[in-house]
């Protein structure tokens, strides 16, 4: 048990070192941190414009299902696949590599 122990400790270190590694060689100029920091703000600079735009608009009222299935362009098929579908795939693909 003590065996397993020491194998998984060390296993997790030996990883933990070939990412800090990586890590040290692919480093920005800047520094992780400044990094981190500019895609946070990003990301929440992003996150706020979208919601004082949907906040403005009218149109971006949410519509349902109805209005997702509506919206769709009309195809001849179903735009889901049937159980048939499947079974068939899979018995062809099930004779392909019994071959």
Avoid at 33 to 38: A, F, G, K, N, V
Avoid at 51 to 76: I, N, Y
Avoid at 82 to 88: A, G, N, Q, W
């Amino acid at each position: 048990m003590v065996g397993i122990t020491v194998a998984i400790l060390v296993s997790i270190g030996s990883a933990a070192g070939v990412l800090a590694v990586v890590a040290r060689r692919s480093a920005p100029e800047d520094g992780w941190r400044q990094l981190l920091r500019d895609g946070v703000q990003g990301v929440r600079s992003k996150e706020l414009s979208l919601v004082s735009e949907l906040r403005r608009s009218k149109d971006a009222a949410p519509g349902g299902l109805t209005e997702f299935f509506t919206v769709a362009e009309p195809v001849e098929w179903p735009a889901y696949t049937e159980v048939t579908e499947l079974k068939t795939a899979l018995t062809r693909a099930r004779r392909l590599t019994r071959r």
